[in-house]
């Protein structure tokens, strides 16, 4: 085994690595470790330089072309990983995709590298990857080739032919990417929606579509009238607007019969076909024109025959109101050396690297077919005539790209009644992109002298023609379009918080979404229990990567989107947007590590301040964790917020004499209050008794997150009194936060249900249950997700020792490589060796069975903390079970109050109307509600 991928991961936005879209291979060389560059020779790098001559631009670690090829012949020469790293980027660039960015960096296993390098299209960069390793497994020498790495039938050079077109048939083409770019250099987001032309620009209530040319703003039935020739000429000519006569036809004898009414010459053309499909011109008798009619019916049920306009074919681009551009187009065609046949001219044609099949380059390859063999015919010409020195010969009728044509710029020779007429035929049909087709001998001179004519008003015109003419100045067409979707100063993306943390973002994202929503905002939010629109679940699940958060910016009603940024989705794919208005580190505390190669707490920092890198308006971090604290270095925000729960942090006191922005607890006279702080003003906020969520003020860990919720709603610049507003009407039920501090009250003893699963959580919550008055015993349900350190599960044991009466120890149903009892002993290690006696620890391995457990074992004025995996299964369980007390005063002869029986909530109106009902007895003497038969 030597030199494969053992892994990769697929980043489509800001990560670890890079703040735009990279692909990481983890690679392992094997013996190969021992075979760098300079050891393999220059025959190895002659010929991998020969496959690839693109690296020879490559500047890598120095600053002139050529430092790659340095970089593998100087000294000891470079890794393999390193080459691969090169190569990947190379592939892509021969494709033409616009790539540069890479990377490889050793891991911590000998031979092991994560090669890491930037993409345009995934499947594009992955298959780069794969083809880059075959290529030089195949260039190594044969007793250091990995076994079955290189297929016998490999052939770089086809695999490389396989791939550009691979490529091309994935890539935006040329009018797409035009406004992509454009939407880029505007700084305005995009999104592409499908694998052809779909893209959207800007985010939620802000989006704009676009699919090739056509906008979210270009009207229907406009499109529809364009694409009808007869009824577009109708309406031009009704304006007084010059066009050519035309008549319906639908069958050879009308279209012979309609080219003498009009008189020869003629052109036969489909209704409504596009790209000169099926288009014959410069017809001159009865059979052409039968010929033409039958090659038009390929394309279209009705035929369309009218006068042929004598002049030049130029293309008028319209785009809101405004002449943007003019190309003058002219048919495929070869020119004459006097020397080649027309065949070896075409071939010649064809090698011109801009020309390509169908859309996929700026020029379209010259083919041989009936149109072409008939225009041949017509000159007497065969593939193997030789035209003489200079004579041109025309293998097209039309000048459309799209079948081999060349456009040469001729905007600034327009004349202003051209310019007029153009803009005129646009609005008269509707379009706010519109391709207008004028014949004319002279652009420069107006068409009232030169009698020119516009034969077609098209909606969705290509760019090509404009942005990469065969001649002239580039013209910049999509800016316009652009400018027109989002006027300069208009925005283009909604406010975004992205909230990330190891405990507590879920709660601070809730808080956050609910704040907003109380400010009249339609809010897209994520969480680990789904993605919710406007405070209705959308889609369930953990759903805290970039594919959530693309949901959201995508949905057209969404103004404000607050994310829940994991650890697990920036390192699996990274994030889903470019950039955010606020980013949140709430902490870091040891969780998750030895996974995904984050095996340090300062790993994980790093993974966490992706956010606050990309972070526009406001950072927000906890100035009491050191972890956090350096994450401001890192920040390109316009301001940086210090959450701190310590009125006397120095460096918080520092920033605010400086004019900062910070969110402090403070103490005052009612007990403590959560004030901000904001260019030298002192804003008392809110008094944390008065915050639902924190118990009176009990719950520390929520006084926090209440503190992180105000500072993200008031850097979105939300009013201090929707924020007041938002925090005093938002609790920890399981309806408001699932599984977080969820309280049941109705048993005889109290019930606290909570997700936390690592030491910091776990803390947070014995520390919430220790402030809480109870009369009875304390009893608590311990677990730990199994793939989480020995240490960490220990750990939780620790936190929990002597804080409880009684402990039950369990495991998640998802066991995650461990023993079915594995995790539950684990944890009884860490209360034992934190001196709890083994008699008060209980094992049960089954989730469920151990809440049951715990809710049997519970007595009057018990507390029972229930650390929780499946919360939806362990709150129906809360809720449902009976207890013996309860059981008991349901016996016969017991009254129940009218809502108990009707199973209403205990805090519902005691004047509730009941209707026409009336209180009945059931067979055990329990009260029942029944309907009156009147």
């Known amino acids: 085994m ?35 560059t300079r050891r393999l020779g220059d025959d190895f790098i002659d010929h991998l330089v020969e496959a690839l001559p693109g690296l020879r631009e490559h500047t890598c670690s ?58 345009e299209q995934t499947e594009v960069g992955v298959q780069a990857g794969k083809i880059a390793l075959t290529l030089i497994c195949s260039l190594l020498p044969r007793d250091l080739r990995p076994l079955d790495s290189v297929p016998d039938d490999f052939d770089f050079a086809e695999e490389r032919d396989w791939f550009i077109r691979f490529t091309q048939r994935r890539a935006l083409g040329p009018s797409t990417a035009s406004l992509v770019r454009a939407a ?62 035309q008549h319906l036809v639908y069958n050879p004898r009308e279209a012979v019969r309609a080219a003498r009414r009009i008189g020869y010459p003629v052109v036969v053309k489909p209704l409504d076909a596009n790209h000169g499909r099926g288009v014959s011109i410069h017809l001159n008798d009865d059979d052409e024109v039968e010929t033409a009619f039958e090659m038009a019916r390929e394309h279209s049920r009705t035929v369309i025959v009218e006068a042929f306009i004598e002049g030049f074919d130029h293309r008028m681009l319209v785009v809101n109101g405004e002449l943007v551009a003019v190309s003058q187009r002219l048919p495929g065609h070869v020119k004459g050396d006097g020397e080649s046949t027309i065949a070896e001219l075409v071939e010649r044609v064809n090698e011109d690297p801009r020309r390509g099949i169908g859309h996929e380059k700026v020029l379209t390859r010259l083919v041989f077919d009936h149109q072409a063999e008939r225009l041949l015919d017509l000159k007497g010409y065969t593939r193997t005539s030789v035209p003489t020195e200079g004579e041109m010969v025309f293998l097209r009728s039309t000048g459309n790209l799209s079948t081999g044509g060349t456009a040469v710029d001729k905007t600034d020779a327009v004349h202003p009644d051209n310019r007029e007429m153009a803009v005129r035929a646009a609005m008269a049909i509707g ?61 283009s993306r909604i406010p975004i918080a992205s909230i990330t943390g190891t405990n507590g973002k879920t709660t601070t994202t809730r808080m956050v979404a609910h704040i907003h929503k109380l400010a009249r905002a339609h809010v897209g939010l994520c969480t680990t229990d789904g993605v919710y629109i406007d405070g209705h679940m959308t889609v369930e699940g953990d759903m805290t990567g970039p594919i959530a958060s693309r949901m959201v910016l995508r949905d057209p009603t969404v103004d404000v989107a607050v994310l829940e940024t994991a650890r697990g989705g920036m390192l699996r794919a990274g994030l889903g947007y470019r950039k955010c208005s606020v980013g949140a580190v709430l902490n870091v505390a040891a969780d998750h590590l030895g996974l995904r190669g984050v095996n340090t707490i300062e790993e994980l920092a790093n993974v966490k301040r992706v956010v606050v890198e990309i972070a526009q308006d406001v950072a927000v971090l906890n100035a009491d964790d050191a972890l956090c604290l350096k994450m401001a270095d890192h920040s390109e925000a316009r301001r940086v917020c210090y959450v701190t729960m310590n009125p006397g942090h120095s460096l918080v006191k520092e920033h605010i004499r400086a004019g900062g922005y910070a969110v402090v607890l403070e103490t005052g006279i009612n007990g403590q209050i959560i004030t901000i702080y904001d260019r030298g003003s002192h804003i008392p906020l809110l008094w944390t008794h008065q915050i639902p969520a924190t118990l009176d003020g009990r719950a520390m860990h929520n006084v926090q997150n209440a503190m992180f919720a105000a500072a993200v709603a008031y850097a979105m610049e939300v009013s201090l009194e929707d924020i007041r507003h938002g925090l005093q009407t938002f609790d920890t039920t399981y309806f408001q936060a699932p599984g977080r501090m969820n309280i049941y009250h109705d048993h005889p003893f109290k019930v606290i249900l909570d997700y936390g699963h690592n030491p910091a959580a776990v803390e947070a919550m014995v520390d919430v249950t220790t402030r809480l008055e109870v009369k009875g015993r304390r009893i608590v349900v311990l677990a730990a997700p199994g793939d989480r350190r020995d240490q960490d599960m220990r750990e939780i044991g620790r936190l929990a020792a002597g804080r409880f009466d009684h402990y039950i120890c369990r495991r998640d149903d998802k066991l995650r490589g461990r023993e079915s009892d594995e995790v539950p002993k684990i944890i009884r290690e860490g209360l034992t060796g934190a001196g709890v006696d083994e008699g008060r620890i209980e094992i049960i391995p089954s989730e469920a069975e151990a809440v049951a457990h715990a809710l049997d074992i519970a007595g009057k004025d018990d507390l029972v903390l229930i650390f929780g995996d499946d919360v939806d299964r362990s709150w129906n369980q809360i809720t449902s079970y009976q207890s013996g007390l309860e059981k008991a005063a349901a016996e016969p002869g017991e009254e129940r109050t009218e809502k108990e029986a009707l199973h209403l909530d205990p805090a519902m109106p ?25």
Not at 7 to 15: E, F, H, T
Not at 18 to 31: E, K
Not at 188 to 206: A, D, K
């Open 2 to 36: 030597s030199m494969q991928i053992i892994a990769k991961s697929v980043y489509l936005g800001p990560n670890l690595y890079a703040h735009f879209p990279v692909i990481r291979l983890t690679v392992d060389l094997g013996p190969l470790e021992e075979w760098p």
């Open 62 to 119: 120095y600053d002139d072309p050529g430092g790659f090829i340095r970089r593998m012949r100087e000294d000891e020469g470079t890794w393999l990983g390193h080459v691969l790293e090169h190569c990947a980027i190379e592939m892509q660039c021969m494709a033409g995709e616009d790539v540069t960015f890479g990377k490889t960096r050793s891991t911590d296993t000998r031979g092991e590298y994560h090669v890491v390098y930037e993409y």
């Open 184 to 245: 880029k250099e505007r700084d305005i987001p995009y999104l592409r929606l499908n694998r052809h032309s779909l893209v959207q620009f800007g985010h939620g209530v802000y989006g704009k579509r676009i699919q090739a040319t056509v906008t979210s703003e270009t009207r229907h039935i406009a499109v529809e009238i364009a694409s009808d020739k007869e009824e577009t000429n109708h309406i031009l000519a009704d304006l007084g607007l010059p066009v050519a006569e």
């Open 431 to 491: 379009l706010d992109v519109a391709g207008v087709d004028f014949l004319t001998d002279d652009i420069s001179r107006s068409y009232k002298e030169t009698r020119g004519a516009i034969c077609e008003v098209n909606a969705a015109p290509g760019f090509r023609m404009h942005v990469a003419p065969s001649e002239g100045e580039p013209r910049d067409v999509a800016g316009p379009v652009i400018d027109m979707l989002f006027p300069p100063g208009t925005p």
């Open 910 to 934: 005691m004047d509730l109307d009941l209707g026409d009902a009336e209180i009945i007895r059931d067979e055990r003497g329990v009260r029942l509600a029944r309907e009156t038969d009147d």
